[in-house]
């Protein structure tokens, strides 16, 4: 290339760069701002809970509620569920809209070769006769490139880079609801059958009452309206029976489907152990660390990441930029040397392009980019701002579910040595049916709160291991989240 061709490309360049103020992002910016997790005080929301610097979840933090058969459940959805599987499927296709843009930031290098035989009329003939035959061959290779001159490309590239990263602690979060969820049903199942019980028991005892009304009806002691009474309580019974049958094929039903099974699989699930609830303690680094713990609030801050690298490459798009195209091979006729010195081409086309006038598109575009960080910027706060919340609802209500145990655990146990003395008097023809039935229904009702107060307090544990991240622990660049733009600072 001469120099004089060399300094003429420079000048358009340079006039390129001159003239691209016409097209400008002057008064186009976000207002996003990150929250900052020592802002959100949890102090005296908190006050009085244990402070342990090991009460962050274990990976297999299910192996805690000491159920093996539970164990084997969430290995099983989280190897078979369409869940998981959609989750895999989306981080994927991440990666893959990643390895576009990587891709799109490399020069390409063509090669082509073709053949052509053609019959020439008369007006494309050159000697004006027509009817000639002519056999064109080509061989050639094309180059092209376009230069990242102002970072635009590779933005682009960490844009989905960072989105792809998102995708991938995505699937994270997906296995810990998963497993959440499992072992929710599973407490779930657990509760139906202790429900089921205590409706068993509380036929039993209907039945009961049932055949010493009627003695003392045949006594003459009790009149037929308290049999009809006692004859209803116990079909009451039988109904509350077939509906504890009715909820425990429901979450057998429940849990098979979490499994990724069938129906059939539920039938197949041993009556669960009771569980074990994990201990109410808080992590001494909290909120702090919650920000690195857990899944969702991760991927959050990989799409603010990419959100602002969206927007440096839109910026980009204002400047002039810079293409370089090549070609070279050989072209003949049939009968010429295809690779002679005759037939051989070459071409270079550097080109320049820049924005003057399009309307407004490059701003719309990158009005919309600033948007789409103050919306990440938001859903992030939203998550923190929730997963915080999330920890605190969860520590307050085992706290009080704990004492409404030892309370209801207290009346269960009064109820039913009231109810073995009131019946034991009715029996023996000297108690007061009224009293008999109240008490009864007092006991049945002291059982099936404690039998929920001792559910609620498994599902609130197994929510706050979810809660602090379920063992979640970034140890990798793709999982960590750079923190820059977390303080508000696009770069």
């Known amino acids: 290339m001469s120099n004089r061709t060399l300094?003429?490309?420079?000048?358009?360049?340079?006039?390129?760069?001159?003239?691209?103020?016409?097209?400008?992002?002057?008064?186009?910016?976000?207002?996003?701002?990150?929250?900052?997790?020592?802002?959100?005080?949890?102090?005296?929301?908190?006050?009085?809970?244990?402070?342990?610097?090991a009460a962050w979840p274990q990976k297999h933090w299910w192996q805690s509620l000491g159920d093996g058969q539970l164990d084997g459940l969430i290995e099983e959805a989280?190897?078979?569920?369409?869940?998981?599987?959609?989750?895999?499927?989306?981080?994927?296709?991440?990666?893959?809209?990643?390895?576009?843009?990587?891709?799109?930031?490399?020069?390409?290098?063509?090669?082509?070769?073709?053949?052509?035989?053609?019959?020439?009329?008369?007006?494309?003939?050159?000697?004006?006769?027509g009817g000639r035959y002519d056999t064109l061959r080509n061989a050639s290779l094309t180059f092209d490139y376009t230069f990242d001159l102002w970072g635009g490309q590779r933005d682009a590239w960490e844009a989905a880079l960072g989105q792809a990263r998102a995708a991938e602690v995505d699937s994270q979060a997906?296995?810990?609801?998963?497993?959440?969820?499992?072992?929710?049903?599973?407490?779930?199942?657990?509760?139906?059958?202790?429900?089921?019980?205590?409706?068993?028991?509380?036929?039993?005892?209907?039945?009961?009452?049932?055949d010493l009304s009627k003695r003392r009806l045949q006594a003459g002691i009790d009149s037929h309206?308290?049999?009809?009474?006692?004859?209803?309580?116990?079909?009451?019974?039988?109904?509350?029976?077939?509906?504890?049958?009715?909820?425990?094929?429901?979450?057998?039903?429940?849990?098979?489907?979490?499994?990724?099974?069938?129906?059939?699989?539920?039938?197949?699930?041993?009556?669960?152990?009771?569980?074990?609830?994990?201990?109410?303690?808080l992590p001494s680094t909290l909120p702090a660390e919650l920000l690195g713990r857990r899944p969702d609030l991760v991927a959050a801050r990989w799409r603010v990441e990419a959100a602002s690298k969206n927007i440096a490459a839109a910026k980009t798009r204002f400047y002039p930029n810079l293409n370089l195209s090549a070609a070279a091979g050989t072209q003949s006729l049939l009968g010429d040397a295809l690779f002679g010195s005759a037939s051989r081409f070459l071409n270079i086309a550097p080109a320049v392009s820049l924005p003057i006038f399009d309307g407004g598109r490059l701003r719309a575009g990158l009005d919309a980019e600033d948007?789409?960080?103050?919306?990440?910027?938001?859903?992030?706060?939203?998550?923190?701002?929730?997963?915080?919340?999330?920890?605190?609802?969860?520590?307050?209500?085992?706290?009080?579910?704990?004492?409404?145990?030892?309370?209801?655990?207290?009346?269960?146990?009064?109820?039913?040595d009231s109810f073995d003395t009131v019946l034991q008097r009715y029996g023996s023809g000297v108690g007061n049916y009224l009293d008999v039935l109240s008490i009864e229904q007092q006991l049945l009702q002291a059982q099936r709160q404690l039998a929920d107060l001792n559910a609620e307090q498994i599902d609130l544990s197994i929510q706050l291991m979810q809660a602090l991240g379920g063992g979640f622990e970034p140890g990798t660049t793709a999982e960590t989240a750079p923190t820059e733009v977390l303080a508000g600072r696009i770069i």
């Not at 990587?102 to 009329?121: C, G, W, Y």
């Not at 094929?249 to 994990?278: E, H, M, Q, Y």
């Not at 103050?374 to 997963?387: C, F, G, M, R």
């Open 371 to 416: 948007a789409n960080y103050d919306l990440a910027v938001a859903q992030y706060n939203k998550t923190l701002v929730s997963a915080l919340g999330d920890v605190s609802d969860t520590l307050a209500q085992l706290g009080a579910v704990k004492q409404q145990i030892n309370a209801q655990q207290q009346a269960t146990h009064i109820a039913q």
């Open 174 to 210: 997906a296995s810990l609801t998963l497993a959440a969820d499992v072992a929710r049903g599973y407490s779930s199942l657990g509760h139906a059958f202790i429900v089921l019980d205590l409706a068993k028991d509380d036929l039993e005892r209907t039945g009961k009452m049932l």
């Open 225 to 281: 309206y308290q049999y009809q009474q006692t004859e209803s309580l116990e079909a009451s019974s039988r109904e509350q029976l077939i509906n504890a049958q009715k909820q425990l094929n429901s979450a057998r039903i429940a849990l098979a489907v979490l499994l990724g099974k069938g129906p059939d699989r539920g039938v197949d699930i041993a009556r669960p152990k009771i569980l074990a609830p994990g201990a109410v303690a």
């Open 78 to 129: 989280l190897r078979d569920s369409p869940d998981m599987q959609i989750a895999s499927a989306r981080a994927h296709q991440a990666s893959a809209a990643a390895g576009a843009a990587d891709a799109a930031r490399m020069p390409t290098l063509n090669a082509e070769a073709d053949v052509t035989r053609s019959r020439l009329s008369r007006s494309q003939d050159p000697t004006g006769q």
């Open 7 to 53: 300094r003429t490309g420079l000048s358009l360049v340079f006039t390129s760069m001159v003239l691209a103020g016409c097209a400008s992002y002057s008064g186009l910016s976000t207002v996003g701002v990150s929250q900052d997790a020592k802002n959100l005080k949890a102090s005296r929301t908190l006050e009085g809970v244990t402070i342990s610097p």
